[in-house]
């Protein structure tokens, strides 16, 4: 049986893009930007920072995605839950825009997954999500692009495949970081 080559990929800010473009559009390799992660200032406005993405990955072929941003998905508060949603559809925006295939965003069990009964866990975590994540399954469908979930401090991995099964969305996927 042949052995299957993996390539690296890269995960970096759109900034840096023109120094490794290169490189990921010759070896086909996957792409992720974090720019909008929060991990760094994010620019303002959005949209024009990412302006030269499409231009710049003309002829790339491999998975090409943005981490979005990282705001409570679990809120009460629908203050709170409105601005998550704005935020969520401006970063959508932005992946139409540049033709990203997806969006990675974070679990919303973040308080070392979640590690209250489970009856505290859904009522103060699992509810809220449920329904900001129906809103944004729609909002990644109109936008064309796949939302993953990635684990962040869970230790529960069931919960967070119960929440994203919940929504039962095409448009929204698991997916497993092994890095954090």
């Given at each position: ?15 840096r893009l023109p120094e490794i473009c290169d490189w990921i559009i010759e070896?086909?390799?996957d792409l992720e930007l974090y720019t ?145």
């Open positions: 049986m042949p052995k299957k080559v993996f390539k690296m990929g890269a995960s970096t800010d759109v900034r070896g086909q390799r909008l992660a929060g991990f760094i200032e994010p620019p303002q406005p959005w949209k024009e920072v990412f302006k030269d993405v499409p231009k710049m990955l003309d002829g790339h072929t491999g998975n090409f995605g943005l981490h979005g941003p990282i705001p409570p998905l679990a809120s009460m508060d629908p203050d709170i839950t409105e601005i998550v949603l704005r935020r969520l559809r401006e970063a959508l925006d932005v992946c139409a825009e540049i033709n990203a295939t997806h969006m990675v965003i974070h679990s919303p069990l973040m308080s070392l997954g979640a590690p209250f009964p489970l009856a505290f866990t859904q009522a103060m975590i699992l509810n809220p999500a449920q329904d900001l994540l129906g809103k944004v399954a729609e909002m990644a469908q109109q936008a064309g692009c796949m939302v993953v979930v990635e684990n962040i401090f869970d230790i529960r991995p069931d919960y967070l495949v119960s929440l994203v099964k919940s929504v039962n969305s095409d448009h929204m996927k698991v997916s497993i970081d092994t890095g954090h």
